[in-house]
């Protein structure tokens, strides 16, 4: 199943159209384990999760959901759920230990294993090739502050496609750049772990540059009909008043969660605003060189976005000391904020129920996303590459873990995408995060998003009810009333 042989919904087809691609995503570092076997060398998480006071409770990836062992397993309850795609992420330290130079062939193997296991299962394999695991040689020589970064990671896809493209036929380059550079360059409570919101702005256009490169490299390698994307973390931004000052915020922070990205990958520029925000942190003249823009603009076959919690925002008031220092909307009085140029702009939290994030629960952030999306690209592939919500899960004496928070947001939201299929987007399919319990970055272990319930010291999966609500979801193909 390609993405071209779907049929465009109709405004009167079904909920969920046939040939919609249900699925659930992970990420290498949060599932893997293994982090010393075949041949892995260390990448910026394993670093930074063995630094003192980064990560909760000293948690690391070091073993995680133990995929690396157990990936066979997982792909039976893949198949058991009835999912017809699986987004993975490779580990880039697995596939070219230390980023540059001879790639790994005990590392693509395990890739190789499984995409067959997938496909045995008649499972679509989605590969993402960078999800924030940077070796950390290439971090040791400047990382994504740097160009060379950006050209590594075109040979890295290159090597990447040229193995498994005859059996892998979506592709992504980067999962949530916005992630990388803002949280790993500027407020630094992600890997790299730096502080410096000039130096966030460079990692920002490296990173559309190597999604630009790698593009072009996955394009070379792979087949004609091989589809490729890139997956953001747009944001829904709201204004919390009507003021000009509340206005001016919203548009700042519009442009730093949503434009930055799309302008340059869908139109070729960067927005005006955003340089004449940030051009006191950056020479933007110096940084973006001839032809870069015409690189990160290369047409894409479809787009991803990552959804959870809508973005609230105001003007800053004297005084205001709340910063926005988690990527989705939790505040911590005092903390740096990963938003360059945003002096002037305070982060509201948002109404609605919360998660065991503290993120709000609002599903018409969603179809916000998508609909904008739908007017502002028409005839670009929408997929929600990622939705879900953490919950304070744990297996009940019968051995059960009963979720039902989590089936309400998962209804909510699987509700708001059919809805905007409905008014006309283009929406593909639908990956839950997430497949299992995993490694939640600078919240280790503490926060559960699976439907799919991993106790970490015995390793023992147990499908949570979710994961029965989303099969029979896929199943039947329609949501259930509430
Ligand atoms: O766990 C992360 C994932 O790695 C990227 N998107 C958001 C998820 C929940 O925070």
Redesign the pocket.
């Known amino acids: 199943m390609t993405l071209d042989t779907l049929p465009s919904p109709a405004p009167s087809a079904p909920v969920f159209p046939p040939g919609f691609l249900w699925g659930t995503a992970t990420?290498a570092y949060?599932i893997e384990g293994a982090a010393a076997e075949g041949g892995r060398t260390p990448s910026i998480w394993d670093t930074f999760s063995r630094t003192p006071g980064k990560v909760r409770n000293g948690d690391t990836g070091d073993i995680a959901a133990d995929h690396y062992h157990r990936f066979r397993d997982d792909v039976a309850l893949m198949a058991d759920l009835g999912l017809s795609a699986y987004r993975f992420s490779l580990a880039w330290p697995r596939v070219v230990p230390g980023g540059s130079g001879p790639v790994n062939p005990e590392g693509l193997a395990f890739y190789d294993r499984l995409v067959d296991a997938l496909l045995e299962k008649d499972i679509t394999p989605v590969a993402t090739l960078y999800?924030?695991d940077l070796p950390q040689e290439l971090e040791d020589a400047g990382g994504w502050t740097e160009r060379a970064t950006a050209e590594r990671f075109a040979e890295y896809a290159a090597a990447a496609a040229r193995r498994l493209g005859d059996r892998v036929g979506m592709w992504t380059t980067l999962?949530?750049p916005w992630?990388s550079a803002f949280l790993g360059y500027g407020n630094g409570v992600h890997a790299p772990g730096r502080t410096d919101h000039g130096d966030a702005l460079r990692a920002h256009h490296h990173l559309m540059l190597a999604h630009g490169l790698g593009t072009a490299a996955l394009r070379a390698e792979l087949p004609a009909a091989a589809q490729v994307s890139l997956v953001l973390?747009l944001a829904a931004v709201r204004a919390a008043g009507t003021t000009p000052a509340d206005l001016d915020a919203a548009r700042r922070i519009d442009g730093l969660a949503n434009r930055i990205f799309l302008d340059p990958v869908f139109h070729g520029r960067y927005p005006e605003d955003v340089l004449a925000d940030t051009a006191h942190l950056l020479d933007w003249d110096a940084l973006v060189r001839d032809g870069d823009l015409a690189e990160i603009s290369r047409p894409l076959d479809a787009l991803g976005i990552?959804y959870?919690t809508p973005t609230l925002v105001a003007a800053a008031e004297d005084g205001d000391a709340v910063r926005r220092t988690g990527?989705?909307g939790d505040n911590h009085a005092g903390e740096l904020t990963p938003w360059p140029a945003s002096e002037g702009v305070r982060f509201l939290p948002a109404p609605g129920t919360r998660t065991a994030?503290d993120w709000p629960v609002d599903a018409d952030g969603l179809y916000e996303i998508l609909t904008r999306l739908r007017d502002e690209l028409p005839g670009t592939p929408l997929v929600v590459t990622?939705n879900?919500a953490?919950y304070d899960d744990y297996t009940d004496p019968s051995g059960e873990v009963h979720d039902p928070e989590r089936v309400a947001y998962l209804h909510a939201h699987l509700a708001a995408v059919a809805r905007a299929a409905a008014d006309g987007a283009d929406v593909r399919g639908y990956f839950l995060?997430?497949l299992l319990d995993?490694f939640?970055?600078a919240y280790g272990y503490g926060k559960r998003?699976g439907i799919v319930h991993v106790d970490f010291a015995s390793q023992r999966r147990t499908p949570k009810d979710s994961a029965r609500w989303y099969a029979e979801v896929i199943r039947s193909g329609v949501l259930p009333e509430d």
Do not use: L
């Open positions: 990420a949060q999800h924030w999962n949530e992630c973390n990552n959870y990527p989705r994030m990622e879900g953490a995060w997430s995993n939640e970055w998003f």
